[in-house]
Each structure stands twice: as C-alpha cells, then as structure tokens.
C-alpha cells in the first residue's frame, strides 16, 4: 500500500436538490458526446501517474440504452460509473473513496464530464504531494475551445479543476475536492498551492455550459495539439493570416465583454497575475475573491 490513492471525480447526471426530475435523454446523450470526445480520451491519455480511480457519478433514472452505453464505455476500466437516484451531495463521493481506500492520504482531483486535462495532468498532481493535512492544489493555466474549434487562453484562480491532499483520519469521512461549497472559494476550507505549468486542463464552451466566459486571447492551437489526447474536433492548424485575423476580431470582442461585463476583465487579471508570481501558495482565509473585495468595497458607505 502507498502512501496516498487518488481518485478523479465527476459528476455527470447527479440531481441537486431531492425530489429533483431526472435529466432529460437529448441532454444525456448531448453530454455524453463531449464525454466521450474530451473527458474519456484525456484520462485515458494519462502518462506517467501512480494507479489512480476515476469514480463518474450518474443518475440511474435513466433511459436502459443510456446506462448500457455507458456501461460498455466503462468496460475497460478507464472509470466506474456510480449509479444513484441519491440528490447530490460531497458525501457521496466521500463514502464511495472511503469504501476503495485504505491509504493514510487521499487525493481528490475534479473533472466535469465536458472538459478535459492534459496528459500530464494527474502526473503533476501526484508531484505536489509531500503529506499535507489538508492543502489545495491549482494549475492556474488552461485553455478553452469553442464550438467554432477555437482555442483561448485561460488563467484562473482556484479554478475547476481544483485537487485536494489530505490525511485520513480512521474513522471520520474524507472531505474529497467537492467538500469546498464553491472551486472559487476552496481557500475557505485550505491553502490553495498555485502552480506554474503549462496548460493543464480544457474547458469545453458550449451551449448547454454558458457559465464558461472566454475571457483570454486566441491563441495557437499547438500548445493543444502537443499537451491533450482529444477526440473532439478543434482547428488544429490553422493558418498564419487567418490566426492573426481571427486574435484581432477577438480583441474586439473581448473590450465588447469587459464593458457588459466588468468582472472579467478583473477575473482575467486575477487569474493572470496569479500565473506571472510564479508557484506560490494562498495561505487559508476567507476564501473571497478579488471581485468580492472590489465590490465589498464599493459597498462600504462613503465608497
């Protein structure tokens, strides 16, 4: 037995709230595409990382030939699906790592069902532990694809694909990277360890994820096709004047974003300034946010 096990966790179908309706097919089966193009092939990608688990929580509310996809995708091991009506809850994924560890550490590491991580990914994580009780670790670099098989770079602070160190205590639950009430404010509950790498993971910006603002400039696709094992369809060379064209039309659009919306373009700087320190660590606090801050402060009377 090692020192840690390591788990990547997902939720897919899981309802929030109890009594909440199962996800309709057409979304099942929407999501599961970028599943099967982005998530399944990036784990599946991995090089260089001790064993770890990859545990996939579903709703078994589902139509028979959903679960049987699903099933046959999960036949070689690449994940386990866990199948529950269960509303959502941290402790779900804390009873099922509880249920396949023995090891005095765990390592949670997140992934939507949509998104993906570079083949190194779960590797670097692995690197960064030394027996913490309990500390966060970041990669504060990734990037986005859009629908258009566009590429952007992406900073982000406390982002979500969020990993959690910690020791286990016999007889007490483990807390899993899902225990933060939000990826944005997990330095609430421990330090969050920012580190500098290449591009670590990818976000999928699509209709059904409109939470997933690009903010960062268009960049070349190459540092994707170098850094991801993908199924999903991206422009993966484009050429020199169309690439220059396409970054200047989006500078356009991202003055157009900050004026709609002023928190990006402090999210953007943020995340950013984060990436330039370097590798360092957020000691344990509040776990707010610089746009938090900026708008307490513009609360306070007299501000």
């Not at 994924?93 to 249920?99: D, G, Y």
Request: glycine letters at 6%; hydrophobic letters at 40%.
């Amino acid at each position: 037995m090692g020192d840690f096990d390591h788990f990547l966790l997902t939720r897919f179908s899981a309802v929030l709230v109890p009594s909440g309706p199962p996800a309709d097919e057409e979304w099942l089966w929407y999501r599961l595409g970028f599943f099967v193009d982005a998530a399944l092939p990036s784990v599946a990608g991995q090089r260089g990382a001790a064993p770890f688990r990859w545990l996939v929580l579903l709703d078994d509310r589902c139509p028979d030939d959903f679960r049987s996809q699903v099933e046959e995708l999960a036949a070689d091991g690449t994940f386990t699906p866990l199948w529950t009506h269960e509303p959502y809850r941290p402790g779900l994924f804390a009873r099922a790592a509880a249920e396949r560890s023995a090891a005095p550490y765990l390592i949670t590491t997140r992934l939507d069902s949509d998104d993906a991580i570079a083949t190194d990914h779960l590797a670097a994580v692995q690197g960064q532990f030394a027996r913490q009780e309990r500390h966060f670790v970041n990669f504060t670099r990734g990037v986005q694809l859009d629908r258009s098989g566009a590429v952007y770079r992406r900073d982000d602070v406390s982002g979500p694909f969020l990993s959690l160190i910690e020791r286990r205590n016999p007889g007490t639950p483990p807390l899993t990277v899902y225990a933060a009430a939000a990826h944005t404010r997990a330095r609430a509950l421990a330090p969050v360890l920012e580190v500098h790498a290449p591009p670590m993971w990818a976000q999928v910006v699509h209709g059904s994820n409109l939470m997933n603002i690009v903010n960062g400039p268009r960049i070349s696709p190459r540092v994707v096709n170098e850094r991801f094992a993908l199924d999903l369809a991206y422009r993966r060379e484009p050429s020199l004047p169309r690439l220059a064209a396409e970054k200047a039309v989006h500078r356009a659009r991202l003055l157009a974003l900050g004026i709609r919306h002023p928190s990006e373009p402090v999210k953007y700087a943020e995340g950013r300034l984060a990436y330039l320190r370097g590798t360092h660590l957020r000691p344990q606090g509040d776990g707010r946010t610089l746009m938090d801050r900026i708008t307490a402060r513009r609360r306070r009377p007299g501000a």
